[in-house]
């Protein structure tokens, strides 16, 4: 199902923060929200995942209506890790198990259990299920954050600056789960993103904001000398290495 984002309106305080954001996201697709710190990145996830309610516009995922859902369906569509997660002392296979709220009754069932466990074989986690998650390294602790949201079954992924704090092995590795289960699942996945590099190397298209507005939204073509002036304020080239595209910033823009 496709993911659609008409209009979508925000404001902090009579302050507009988003204005009249559109754009679309094909199933199987990464989808890298690119721009600078106060652009909206962050408060568009949110206000696509229904955490904050825009003052306009509309949320689709197909045919539905996100603003007609239950919170409890909203949460069975869509899997959110936001920027920064509370390292509770609980274990690693609880943590995941956290996923499957959206449709337990009083306990866990057999099916809950199996997915749990299913998630952490394809994240390459299973030796870790006993573990507590406050005792984990940083690119372990993110990795269990991403199963929690895959345990939910989404058909949306939505992930805020996933490699943030992680080393470069952490960043490319959790980046290559994202991509693989996204094309293995069908998500529709965005990421906020600061990495421009990470982004180009890992995501299938581009939404670049700034102030609250789109400034440029497609694939990898959009991504230019010009447009990272634009968008970041700083010069920079645009060359391919071993076939992938590369921005390499020269100086502040002056």
Known sequence: MR?????IEFSYNSVPVL??????????????ILGTNGAGKTTLLRTINRVLRPC???VYLGQQ????MSRREVARRMGYV???SPRAPVRVFEAVLLGRRPYMGWAPSHM????AEEVLDLLDLAHLAMRRIDELSGGEF???ILARALAQQPRVLLMDEPTSNLDLKNQLEVMEIIRKATLSRELNTLVVMHDVNLALRFSHR???LKNGLIAGAGGEEILTPQTIREIYGVEARVEKIDGVKVVIPLRPEP
């Open 19 to 32: 204005r009249g954001v559109s754009f679309e996201v094909e199933p199987g697709q990464v989808v890298s």
């Open 112 to 115: 809950d259990i199996q997915i």
């Open 65 to 68: 209506d996100l603003e007609r």
């Open 56 to 58: 306009r516009g509309k």
């Open 206 to 208: 581009f939404v670049l």
């Open 82 to 84: 936001p920027q920064f």
């Open 3 to 7: 993911l659609k984002i008409e209009g």
């Open 142 to 144: 993110q990795k269990v």
